[in-house]
């Protein structure tokens, strides 16, 4: 039996995503920075776990308490909608934490496991929003498409030794927690010279035909843990697999 670590799984993706691997048979250690009780069924392959990416003695002792792995999801991530022009480097900062650091960090806890067992693989969650670029997502779009390219590199770094990178790039989704989560972030980040493209891109954002589920992504991590050919990217809903199509012609 397999065992997969999500990090994020409070809600959305990560939700999603460790009920799918459970119903495939998987032991899934679903973790998230604060445990919420009847989020899963009662299952001896079901163990929920706290883990801040942010804090390293976190992400040690959730690591020591779990023992080997075979897949780890870095899904743990925070939204942020606003004028870059109003946006603290605090905050850039905080995000950045959280995003990118927090996958550099989880990814670099596991690696000598998965290397000394050459096996193993890592899927991380970012975002169409690194394959078309929208306006006043400036800061959570580097944070995701720095993980991008470190994926894209670490995937070639880590062949010699067996184990496999991955990336899911999700649609948008307006079902998931992206705004709840980083409200707090994001107030007064919309400045009055910029309401007006506000109010265009909410609108645009509202009259969107495809948009990605969450299944749609637990479906495309799974794919991405389970690949053999090869493949870095998976984008995952409608929209994000349009917009990769059009990238790449």
């Not at 001896?44 to 990416?53: G, I, S």
Request: net charge neutral; charged share 20%; glycine share 8%.
């Amino acid at each position: 039996m397999k065992t997969v670590l999500i990090t994020g799984c409070s809600s959305g993706y990560g939700l999603a995503t460790a009920r799918h691997f459970h119903a495939q048979g998987w032991k899934v250690i679903a973790t998230m920075r604060k445990p919420q009780e009847g989020l899963f069924e009662d299952s001896p392959r079901m163990r929920v776990l706290a883990l801040d990416v942010a804090q390293p003695e976190s992400i040690a002792a959730a690591l020591d308490a779990v023992g080997p792995v075979d897949v780890l999801v870095n899904n743990a991530g925070v939204g942020l909608f606003g004028a870059f022009e109003a946006t603290p480097m605090a905050t850039t900062r905080e995000l950045f934490e959280i995003n990118t650091f927090g996958v550099m960090a989880m990814t670099q806890a596991v690696l000598p496991g998965f290397r000394e067992r050459r096996k193993g693989v890592i899927v991380n969650v970012t975002s169409s929003a690194t394959l078309a670029p929208m306006p006043l997502v400036a800061v959570y779009t580097a944070s995701k498409t720095a993980i991008e390219g470190f994926t894209a590199s670490l995937a070639h770094e880590l062949q010699a030794f067996e184990v496999a990178v991955k990336l899911v790039e999700p649609g948008y989704a307006p079902t998931t927690r992206f705004a709840d989560n980083g409200r707090e972030r994001m107030q007064g980040l919309i400045t009055e010279p910029y309401a007006p493209l506000a109010q265009s891109v909410f609108g645009m954002l509202t009259k969107t035909a495809q948009v990605t589920k969450e299944s749609d992504v637990a479906e495309a991590v799974w794919r991405a843990a389970n690949d053999t050919t090869g493949q870095l990217r998976f984008p995952a809903g409608a929209d994000a697999i349009a917009l990769a199509q059009r990238a790449a012609g």
